[in-house]
């Protein structure tokens, strides 16, 4: 059993930053790769940025040169700074990690940001 809990996100202003965090707890094993997909009303979930335990790191063209993923392997935790937020980025913003040698593929529950003046 794997819990992802996601922190940080809320109402911000266009142009305004964000940064949203997610702990996992649980069976973690050393190898996987964490990230954050996203969900806007009638939309589709969608992939935001990912990185392995490696620190290889993947990043939708929507968001690339506004947004930084990092994470730190001792606190199972996984970050996203997101600048230059733009009212089109209004969306739950999930946790994930997959877990490949063990067949996991675990979600948070998300945490809403929502982008207006």
């Known amino acids: 059993q794997v819990q992802l809990v996601e922190s940080g996100g809320g109402l911000v202003q266009p142009g305004g930053s964000l940064r949203l965090s997610c702990a996992a707890s649980?069976?973690?094993?050393?190898?996987?790769?964490m990230g954050w997909y996203r969900q806007a009303p009638d939309m589709q979930r969608e992939l935001v940025a990912v990185i392995t335990s490696g620190g290889s790191t993947t990043y939708a063209n929507s968001v690339k040169g506004r947004s930084t993923i990092s994470r730190d392997n001792a606190k199972n935790t996984v970050y996203l700074q997101m600048n230059s937020l733009k009212p089109e980025d209004t969306a739950v913003y999930y946790c994930?990690?997959?877990?490949?040698?063990?067949?996991?593929?675990?979600w948070g529950k998300g945490t809403l940001v929502t982008v207006s003046s």
């Open positions: 994930n990690l997959k877990q490949y040698s063990a067949g996991m593929d675990s």
């Open positions: 649980g069976s973690i094993f050393s190898i996987n790769t």
